[in-house]
């Protein structure tokens, strides 16, 4: 079994913080609104540390 990693650099005139409280914290709701045609819904199965999320996805998608 190989590891595989790609590095990409972006140059975005958004602060940092707020581009990760997107991409991280809020990405249950970002995510599905992003890719309406593959995800349906993101769910939170335990909500503590180490939690489980449930992504649900479009049927036929």
């Known amino acids: 079994m190989g590891v595989t990693t790609y590095t990409q650099d972006i140059v ?4 940092a913080n707020r581009i990760f409280k997107a ?24 909500d503590r540390d180490g939690s489980i999320k449930k992504m649900n996805f479009v049927e036929d998608g």
Request: charged share 25%.
């Open 23 to 46: 991409l991280v914290l809020d990405a249950d709701n970002i995510i599905p609104k992003l890719m309406s045609q593959a995800v349906k819904s993101i769910e939170t199965i335990d």
């Open 12 to 15: 975005a005139q958004v602060d």
